[in-house]
């Protein structure tokens, strides 16, 4: 699976938008990106994936460039519940994802 | 409900012992999974099951050895542990490959 490649921290505003980079240009065509967070004490949580459109859901969406070597989540509102670390993914299957350190988002008041 | 949950929360325990960490899943998946996270906060899977049988072992030590009774439970049995497996197991599941990997809330085993 490819590797990826996020800052380590970011902070945010509450009530602002925050975007979420991530480095993946070892990606190869079938792979997918996934989106992943783990808020303080708890088990990951999917946010969202794609392979090569954007997608958007409830919580995020995920935008991905032409050349599928990176990708930003969006969090259109941040709110204080969305601190947390995120992790970017590139893998073929989910079922075989690795996370690796992740960035962690604060996000202030 | 919770959907994937797992006991215990906590778990302390002496080197050389024998545990057990249990998981249930009542998404009706297929798929579950048992990941680790060491210290250094990196999550790795180490065994996944569908329909009760193993399809997944990611180079874990024989002393991990996970049993699915059926398949909304798959339960994580080490034996013999050591200061090194201090870390926190989580379980998951998923419809099956391809889908969405839920998670459950972990369980932090502490081995003294």
């Known amino acids: 699976d490819a590797k990826t490649t996020q800052p380590p921290s970011m902070d945010c505003a509450e009530g602002r938008a925050a975007n979420l980079p991530c480095n993946h240009s070892t990606i190869s065509g079938n792979e997918y990106v996934y989106w992943y967070r783990q808020i303080h004490s708890q088990g990951p949580q999917y946010i969202i994936h794609g392979l090569k459109n954007n997608e958007t859901n409830e919580m995020a969406s995920l935008i991905i460039t032409e050349d599928r070597k990176s990708s930003t989540l969006i969090l259109p509102h941040a709110t204080l519940r969305d601190t947390a670390v995120y992790y970017c993914?590139?893998?073929?299957?989910?079922?075989?994802?690795?996370f690796g350190k992740g960035m962690k988002l604060t996000v202030n008041p | 409900d919770t959907a994937v949950s797992q006991t215990p929360k906590y778990l302390v325990t002496q080197m050389g012992n024998d545990k057990s960490i249990k998981c249930e899943q009542n998404?009706?998946?297929?798929?579950m999974y048992w990941y680790k996270q060491d210290s250094k906060k990196f999550l790795k899977i180490m065994f996944s099951?569908?329909?009760?049988?193993?399809?997944i072992n990611e180079t874990v030590p024989n002393r991990f050895s996970p049993k699915s009774p059926d398949k909304a439970h798959l339960n994580l049995h080490i034996n013999s542990l050591e200061l090194g497996d201090s870390a926190v197991y989580f379980c998951a599941s998923s419809q099956g490959a391809g889908y969405t990997i839920y998670f459950g809330e972990g369980s932090w085993l502490t081995v003294v």
């Open positions: 099951y569908n329909n009760k049988e193993l399809i």
């Open positions: 998404l009706g998946h297929d798929t």
């Open positions: 993914i590139a893998a073929f299957r989910s079922e075989k994802l690795v």
